[in-house]
């Protein structure tokens, strides 16, 4: 057990080294705010893990800047030849930028609250396990939002796993579509441990209403929650990068 512990905490150590070098080269040009502050729009957010921060960093970096994210995050996934890696890259290079995500607290607690539940009962999907759909779950957390879109991964622990995953190994292509949505304003990201895939993470996203500037308040004395590192007995730690219990369920309302 302590074996894995430390494995895992070393993953995460690495993953968060390479960010910061990956972005190292953008520096705060005079007069403009770089891609890395930008996109790092969770780094203050106490009740977030720095694994769930780094996840919010990824995410944003493919919103704000495609090109930057297929020069420093894509080239890092398992497979670059297939159709789909191909189909990726373009739809990067091709996009226009996007608004980055902000965190909001009711979607977060929202994202952990399924998490959680799908971890504790060996399940996956966006319905919880007594039948309840996310739109009801995370309107519960944040009522005034315009519209929501929940998915969620299994597998590694690492970040960058998640974002490329989603990107890359999904059957369909909803999931990429859905992280790079300029209807989306928001987001809640909770990466909890499960009892047969050792990781699950859920992130939920919401549309801000029309003429409402933010839709939920930071609870700034929240302290930081401890990440769970050490994976149930008998199960794997996939290697970074080599995402093996992937799922592409999800869904979105608007």
């Not at 957390?141 to 590694?156: E, F, K, Q, R």
Request: positive net charge; charged residues 20%.
């Amino acid at each position: 057990m302590h074996k894995q512990i430390l494995l895992c905490m070393g993953l995460l150590f690495v993953v968060n080294k390479s960010l910061a070098q990956m972005h190292a080269t953008d520096g705060i040009l005079e007069g403009r705010v770089s891609l890395y502050e930008k996109a790092n729009t969770a780094s203050s957010e106490a009740y977030f893990t720095e694994a769930e921060k780094s996840l919010v960093l990824i995410l944003n970096t493919a919103r704000l800047n495609g090109p930057a994210f297929v020069r420093e995050y894509l080239p890092l996934a398992n497979d670059t030849t297939t159709d789909r890696y191909a189909w990726v890259k373009n739809l990067l290079l091709q996009g226009q930028e996007t608004d980055p995500l902000y965190p909001a607290f009711g979607l977060t607690k929202s994202a952990s609250i399924q998490a959680l539940d799908m971890g504790r009962n060996g399940l996956r999907g966006t319905t919880s396990s007594d039948g309840r759909r996310y739109p009801d779950r995370m309107h519960e957390h944040l009522p005034d939002a315009a519209g929501y879109a929940s998915l969620y991964y299994m597998g590694s622990a690492d970040p960058l796993d998640v974002v490329l995953a989603i990107m890359l190994d999904e059957p369909d292509t909803n999931g990429v579509h859905m992280l790079l949505s300029p209807r989306l304003d928001y987001v809640g990201v909770a990466m909890r441990p499960h009892k047969l895939n050792c990781s699950n993470t859920v992130i939920d996203m919401a549309r801000r209403p029309k003429n409402i500037p933010y839709v939920a308040q930071t609870p700034r004395k929240k302290k930081t929650e401890a990440y769970f590192m050490d994976c149930p007995k008998g199960s794997k730690i996939a290697s970074p990068r080599r995402s093996t219990k992937s799922t592409g369920l999800l869904g979105w309302i608007f």
